[in-house]
């Protein structure tokens, strides 16, 4: 049978949004997880399919684009389905549409099934059924996961950039594989550019006194995870504003355990909300 896409209906709360600023990346992250791990189950590969054969889904990478933000009140529907496999990755692509059905972010994430014993991962071809392949179009034709080809990611210089940010990672921050969930971490990441723009003043304080909130909003994310965080990790969200010829002007930022890498990402910011 063909594989359909799978559909999430979701009532923006005012808690995504800040109650006043644009729709937060963290409430982003978190309705495309939903939506993913909730086809994968429908699908017979979600979690509890996994676990029972000591195996877990992994996000990898990412690249979410987005045209518009949904506002508090406001109903969306979060798009998903399977796109095959790469290498090691199995893909998916996301996209969110108002009422309209205009598009308003979509997204390409690349998972990796990693064995729980040896906590290695497991070629995904190995697992899931060729079958699982949904044949549409990407929500946006430039989706792309990886940062390699990008210049100033490496460890050092990625080390080397200011430190905008510090948080320690609690209980509420763990998921099912026992690590910060991936929300999480894309947030910080957020947060940690945001405080390196011109803009950072609004990101963590008051609206200025006209009333109006000049909060960054996300247009464009590409993430890539490097390592776990844990229960207790003092993480460090380091950025610095750039140019790239060929993604244009953005923020590098990433998040350090002591030395240690955790994820790195390029991030551009709209220029209203």
């Not at 559909?7 to 495309?32: I, T």
């Not at 990412?62 to 518009?68: C, N, Q, R």
């Not at 929500?139 to 200011?162: H, Q």
Request: negative net charge.
């Amino acid at each position: 049978m063909p594989i359909s896409p799978y559909e999430s209906r979701y009532r923006v709360r005012g808690f995504d949004c800040g109650y006043g600023g644009p729709f937060r990346p963290l409430a982003l992250a978190n309705f495309f997880q939903e939506a993913a791990g909730d086809h994968a189950s429908a699908l017979g590969i979600g979690m509890e399919a996994m676990f029972a054969n000591r195996r877990t889904w992994m996000l990898s990478r990412l690249d979410i684009e987005v045209s518009a933000l949904p506002a508090a009140g406001q109903d969306v529907v979060v798009r998903t389905w399977p796109a095959g496999t790469s290498r090691l990755f199995a893909n998916r692509y996301l996209q969110m549409e108002d009422d309209s059905g205009r598009v308003l972010a979509g997204a390409l994430y690349q998972y990796l099934i990693v064995d729980l014993d040896s906590r290695r991962p497991v070629r995904p071809e190995r697992i899931l059924d060729p079958g699982l392949v949904c044949d549409l179009p990407p929500p946006f034709p430039d989706l792309s996961c990886g940062l390699d080809a990008i210049d100033g990611f490496s460890l050092a210089e990625l080390a080397a950039m200011p430190q905008r940010i510090s948080v320690t990672a609690s209980r509420s921050h763990i998921d099912h594989n026992g690590h910060v969930n991936n929300a999480y971490l894309l947030d910080w990441l957020c947060e940690a550019g945001a405080a390196g723009t011109e803009a950072s003043p609004a990101w963590a304080g008051a609206p200025p006194d006209d009333g109006t909130r000049t909060q960054p909003a996300l247009a464009r994310l590409k993430l890539d995870f490097v390592a776990e965080a844990r229960r207790g990790d003092s993480i460090r969200g380091l950025s610095l504003e750039t140019e790239d010829p060929w993604m244009g002007r953005g923020t590098r930022t990433a998040l350090f355990r002591g030395g240690d890498l955790l994820a790195r990402a390029w991030v551009r910011w709209a220029t209203s909300c």
